[in-house]
């Protein structure tokens, strides 16, 4: 009898052991009502001053004081830094400067190699020396946690560098110091979070491999989550630097003031919580002269924009260019003859031989590829997560025929300018970057994304770049 009166006792201790009464459970809720905000920044593992030095038979790289043996094959060059710090390829030009492109690793924040310009000028005899500016790896997210009308508890996370969770609307229960929250469109888009002692929420977030801490913030005063700090705006002329853009007042090129201010009232005065796009930058030239120049959400002439989808304009251009300089390429050009190298293809289909680069021009290409779709085999996040084809060429070639190549259906699909441009580097033989970088057909300041395949490190397509020049 006493044992079982023991057992009952230890089943009600265990099953009341910090327990949550009704009025902790409010006071919890409570607690989480707000903003809270996020940023990791990784720092790159090389920058600053890369020197090539010449003077010995073999050729060593240095930069943050790490060094490289230099391979060479005639006017090419490229080296890699011990464990995987980054790595350099560039030509030797004419003009005693090498022109190439930094490479950096991928990190927690970039699943992708970043490629960086870089212009090395000769110092001394056979001393070159450049500054190598990698890509920052910065991730800032907004947590903002808000009760209904009818008493649910509902979040939206906001991230002004990539719009990662876009307007998603998560459904948050709480239970205790832990947090559940839920798509309220897509139930099997979850992520746990807890409030720890120090009121900080730590969560693991879909896609993003480290745990980010959350710390409550101002909205009001929260650059990043709004516009700008302060409530109010006032014009101010461009400052002219050396970068080449001579600077006015509105007025001086008979623009009406007011209707910029009534644009820029309507960039400052959005929902937070319900826009579809964050304006990052607002440049205007008119005669020449650069007028208006201002940035939002903690951006400034120094930090780079992430031109997604519109860096695909750059394939097309570069199937123009390459033709201008001979190459055999047209828009009725089959696909897959351009890829000798792959002996087959998985999912074999003739259709896929009727496929041209019209189709990949206008998205018509008929690969089961549609960016709008999560569960498309070609959709653009499934493409670049997955580990197990590197080579993201071969990938998009592979994926089976969802429909006849041609017509009129577009289906938005990045994987197709991505073929595309390969097919334009193919016939200029050499890396689309510094193809374009010695023509002076594309921005200086730009930092392109490389597929994963360690050989090859072709661009895939996404930039980086600056709102306007730079000083130089």
């Known amino acids: 009898m006493r044992r079982n009166t023991l057992l009952l ?7 009341s052991l910090n327990p949550v009464s009704a009025e902790q459970e409010v006071e919890n809720k409570s607690a989480i009502l707000g903003l809270w905000s996020s940023e990791l920044i990784v720092p790159p593992p090389a920058r600053g001053d890369l020197t090539i030095d010449a003077t010995k038979s073999e050729w060593r790289a240095t930069i943050s004081g790490i060094s490289a043996p230099i391979q060479r094959d005639k006017d090419a060059i490229r080296f890699v830094l011990p464990k995987d710090a980054g790595e350099f390829r560039g030509l030797l030009g004419a003009s005693k400067t090498i022109i190439g492109h930094w490479i950096q690793p991928a990190n927690e924040i970039n699943n992708n190699r970043y490629a960086t310009p870089v212009k090395l ?9 450049g500054k190598v500016e990698p890509l920052e790896a910065r ?3 907004f947590m903002s946690i808000q009760r209904a009308p009818e008493g649910s508890i509902t979040a939206v996370i906001r991230n002004p560098e990539f719009n990662f969770f876009r307007r998603n609307i998560y459904r948050v229960e709480v239970n205790g110091d832990r947090l559940s929250f839920s798509d309220t469109k897509n139930s099997n888009d979850k992520f746990e979070a807890r409030l720890n002692k120090a009121n900080e929420l730590t969560a693991l977030l879909p896609n993003i491999d480290k745990e980010l801490v959350f710390r409550r913030q101002n909205p009001a005063g929260t650059v990043g989550f709004r516009p700008i700090a302060g409530p109010d705006y006032n014009y101010r002329r461009p400052v002219a ?33 319900d826009n579809p796009l964050n304006i990052q930058s607002l440049l205007i030239a008119r005669h020449g002269k650069l007028v208006l120049e201002e940035y939002f959400y903690g951006f400034d002439k120094d930090r780079p924009h992430d031109m997604r989808s519109a860096s695909k304009t750059f394939a097309p251009l570069l199937v ?9 390429i047209d828009i009725d050009t089959p696909v897959y003859s351009q890829f000798p190298e792959y002996k087959e293809f998985a999912n074999p289909d003739a259709r896929k031989s009727k496929m041209i680069m019209r ?8 690969l089961a590829c549609d960016d709008n779709d999560q569960s498309s ?13 590197p080579d993201w060429y071969r990938y998009t070639l592979d994926l089976p025929m969802a429909r006849d190549p041609g017509g009129d259906q577009a289906v938005y699909c990045s994987a197709g300018p991505l073929v595309r ?3 334009a580097k193919r016939d200029t033989q050499m890396a689309a970057g510094i193809f374009l970088r010695e023509r002076g057909e594309a921005v200086a300041d730009q930092n392109l994304s490389l597929e994963p395949d360690a050989e090859r490190r072709r661009i895939c397509g996404r930039r980086f770049v600056f709102a306007a020049a730079r000083p130089t």
């Open 121 to 129: 000028m000769q110092v001394s005899d056979k001393i070159w020396r």
């Open 359 to 366: 189709d990949l021009m206008t998205m018509t290409s008929g």
């Open 320 to 328: 123009g260019i390459a033709r201008e300089h001979g190459a055999k």
């Open 421 to 423: 441009r390969n097919c």
């Open 241 to 273: 630097t050396n970068n080449g853009w001579p600077t006015a007042s509105l007025s001086n090129v008979d623009i009406d003031s007011k209707s910029i201010l009534e644009l820029i009232e309507k960039i400052l005065h959005v929902d937070p919580l």
């Open 139 to 141: 991730l800032s997210l």
């Open 377 to 389: 085999p070609g959709e653009e996040n499934k493409m670049q997560q997955q580990k197990e084809q």
């Open 9 to 15: 006792t230890f089943l009600a201790s265990a099953f």
